[in-house]
């Protein structure tokens, strides 16, 4: 009976067309985080081991510099995200993505600091031995 009425047919059309277009204007927000997914896709102690393994010598200081940059203009990019994103009725609170990810670049920036801290310790040690 009720399948029958074309007011009540007619609204679940027009509510499940609106559903779906903010289901895919969602999709395509979110699609939007999908230059950041390395941050928690990419293990960094595997991508420390290649970057410390670049060339015979290891990285340089110009190379550590150069990541941490790169992480520090990541870091600039996600405070730069909108605060909320609006989708009809819906508002995406975005505060708590973008604390995520700033978490992310700072363990990055930290496992490449504590591992430049480590290679000029030896670096140290060993001149000091030397200058004995």
């Known amino acids: 009976m009720i399948a029958k009425d074309r007011e009540i047919v007619k609204v679940i059309l027009l509510l499940t067309g609106s559903i779906q277009g903010a289901k895919n204007i969602v999709n395509n927000f979110l699609q939007s985080f999908d230059k ?3 941050l ?3 293990k960094i102690k595997t991508k420390l081991e290649k970057f ?3 060339s015979p010598q290891g990285p340089s200081n110009q190379d550590y510099e150069d990541e ?5 203009d990541i870091e600039n990019q996600v405070k730069g995200l909108i ?3 609006k989708i009809g009725a819906m508002s995406l609170k975005m505060i708590k993505i973008q604390s995520d990810l700033i978490a992310w670049c700072t363990q990055w920036k930290n496992s490449y600091s504590e591992n430049l801290h480590t290679k000029a310790f ?3 040690e060993s001149l000091t031995e030397t200058t004995k």
Request: net charge positive; glycine share 0%; proline share 0%.
């Open 36 to 38: 950041f997914s390395w």
């Open 83 to 85: 605060k909320e994103f």
């Open 52 to 54: 410390n393994n670049m």
């Open 40 to 42: 928690w896709k990419e």
């Open 122 to 124: 030896k670096a140290l």
């Open 68 to 72: 941490l940059k790169r992480f520090v």
